[in-house]
């Protein structure tokens, strides 16, 4: 198979697309494939670290005000589909494949124009505007989420395969799950939750977490902080000089730049503190952990709290607003919740039943008949 696949922007875009493209090599090693991206997004430090090549045209995301730069960024987007049309006609594939995201417009109407098949990914709950526009252009629509299916009405083909993550259910020993503990300094017999922000930052509950480890609020559970490493020494520096805290010495406590283990990590704790990417909350549902979820204010269509909504519906779930966070409703209500251990694990049970099994396999074999439909 001969595919591209525009990605470009955020890893919740990139990262996808790389794992449908190595499952496609997985199925058919001689395949040949190739991203189409922009020179400015993450994919240009994501996709190098792979074996794909990445091809660039001159696109632009937009904003809905009426301002000169904006009319600059459309006119440059949709004649970036010249630029699109000239990769395919050179790279002649039999299929292009968009995850999302402004990339996936100029691509993926190049792709139309050129009678090749185009099959869209969307992750999320609420879809974005480049998968709404060319929807009904698709193929095929392969979703993350059931509830993205009635915000499609113009789709030809909906299929829900969820989204490739890393993170999976695993089976940690008892002895494994000891050095996972001491090398955290972490304790056995107390309730762990875990925080971390994701890629566009988490301001907001890096200020509430400050405040109640400051505070040492934390008396009935455990803190394993991913801070990220831009505002790891910024926080570091805000214990010590505000609160004569050492960032690696505050009981109950362990905060580190990044998770490299995160999948270990997720599947040994007793509940989750995130934002709620479609990528994270795939990943909470294959774990089948318990979680709060604080989604990003800021996200394209307010997507990250629809996603959130899809976790909550069913019991899995609480959600906090980002402009209704503060140290105390964080505390109170991750009290609330770690002193029911019971209704902990009922949560968690209740997560895992919206994950979706072969994930990468369902997309590969949906892709396989759009080739085969051309």
Same mark, same amino acid.
């Given at each position: 198979?001969?595919?591209?696949?525009?990605?470009?922007?955020?890893?919740?875009?990139?990262?996808?697309?790389?794992?449908?493209?190595?499952?496609?090599?997985?199925?058919?090693?001689?395949?040949?494939?190739?991203?189409?991206?922009?020179?400015?997004?993450?994919?240009?430090?994501?996709?190098?670290?792979?074996?794909?090549?990445?091809?660039?045209?001159?696109?632009?995301?937009?904003?809905?005000?009426?301002?000169?730069?904006?009319?600059?960024?459309?006119?440059?987007?949709f004649h970036s589909i010249k630029e699109a049309k000239k990769i395919i006609d050179k790279f002649k594939p039999d299929v292009v494949i968009g995850t999302g995201g402004y990339i996936c417009v100029p691509v993926g109407l190049a792709a139309k124009k050129k009678k090749i098949p185009l099959v869209l990914h969307e992750s999320?709950?609420?879809?974005?505007?480049?998968?709404?526009?060319?929807?009904?252009?698709?193929?095929?629509?392969?979703?993350?989420?059931?509830?993205?299916?009635?915000?499609?009405?113009?789709?030809?083909?909906?299929?829900?395969?969820?989204?490739?993550?890393?993170?999976?259910?695993?089976?940690?020993? &008892?002895?494994?799950?000891?050095?996972?503990?001491?090398?955290?300094?972490?304790?056995?017999?107390?309730?762990? +939750?875990?925080?971390?922000?994701?890629?566009?930052?988490?301001?907001?509950?890096?200020?509430?977490?400050?405040?109640?480890?400051?505070?040492?609020?934390?008396?009935?559970?455990?803190?394993?902080?991913?801070?990220?490493?831009?505002?790891?020494?910024?926080?570091?520096?805000?214990?010590?000089?505000?609160?004569?805290?050492?960032?690696?010495?505050?009981?109950?406590?362990?905060?580190?730049?990044?998770?490299?283990?995160?999948?270990?990590?997720?599947?040994?704790?007793?509940?989750?503190?995130?934002?709620?990417?479609?990528?994270?909350?795939?990943?909470?549902?294959?774990?089948?952990?318990?979680?709060?979820?604080?989604?990003?204010?800021?996200?394209?269509?307010?997507?990250?709290?629809?996603?959130?909504?899809?976790?909550?519906?069913?019991?899995?779930?609480?959600?906090?607003?980002?402009?209704?966070?503060?140290?105390?409703?964080?505390?109170?209500?991750?009290?609330?919740? +770690?002193?029911? &251990?019971?209704?902990?694990?009922?949560?968690?049970?209740?997560?895992?039943?919206?994950?979706?099994?072969?994930?990468? &396999?369902?997309?590969?074999?949906?892709?396989?008949?759009? +080739?085969?439909?051309?």
């Amino acid at each position: 198979m001969k595919a591209i696949i525009a990605a470009a922007g955020t890893g919740g875009h990139i990262n996808p697309g790389i794992a449908i493209a190595n499952e496609i090599k997985k199925q058919e090693p001689n395949s040949e494939i190739i991203f189409i991206g922009t020179n400015r997004g993450l994919e240009n430090d994501l996709v190098p670290r792979t074996e794909y090549a990445l091809e660039m045209i001159n696109a632009y995301g937009f904003d809905r005000t009426l301002s000169l730069e904006n009319f600059k960024k459309i006119y440059q987007t949709f004649h970036s589909i010249k630029e699109a049309k000239k990769i395919i006609d050179k790279f002649k594939p039999d299929v292009v494949i968009g995850t999302g995201g402004y990339i996936c417009v100029p691509v993926g109407l190049a792709a139309k124009k050129k009678k090749i098949p185009l099959v869209l990914h969307e992750s999320n709950a609420f879809p974005g505007v480049a998968v709404k526009i060319l929807s009904g252009k698709a193929n095929k629509v392969l979703l993350g989420f059931e509830d993205a299916k009635p915000r499609l009405p113009k789709a030809k083909e909906l299929v829900v395969t969820g989204t490739p993550t890393k993170v999976k259910k695993v089976t940690i020993s &008892q002895n494994r799950k000891q050095e996972l503990l001491t090398q955290n300094g972490l304790k056995a017999n107390m309730p762990i +939750v875990l925080f971390f922000g994701g890629s566009q930052g988490a301001q907001s509950i890096n200020q509430s977490l400050i405040e109640i480890i400051s505070k040492k609020q934390n008396q009935n559970y455990q803190i394993m902080w991913a801070a990220g490493p831009a505002q790891y020494e910024e926080i570091a520096k805000t214990l010590k000089e505000s609160h004569h805290m050492e960032i690696d010495k505050i009981p109950n406590v362990k905060i580190v730049p990044y998770i490299y283990n995160m999948e270990e990590m997720m599947n040994i704790v007793d509940l989750v503190v995130c934002r709620s990417g479609a990528m994270t909350i795939t990943e909470i549902t294959n774990v089948g952990k318990p979680a709060i979820f604080i989604p990003f204010p800021f996200a394209t269509e307010n997507h990250q709290e629809y996603n959130a909504r899809v976790l909550e519906k069913v019991g899995a779930a609480k959600i906090i607003l980002d402009k209704n966070l503060n140290a105390q409703i964080l505390n109170e209500t991750i009290e609330n919740m +770690v002193r029911n &251990q019971n209704n902990l694990k009922e949560m968690g049970k209740k997560a895992n039943k919206l994950a979706i099994e072969q994930v990468e &396999q369902k997309i590969y074999q949906e892709i396989k008949k759009a +080739v085969r439909q051309k």
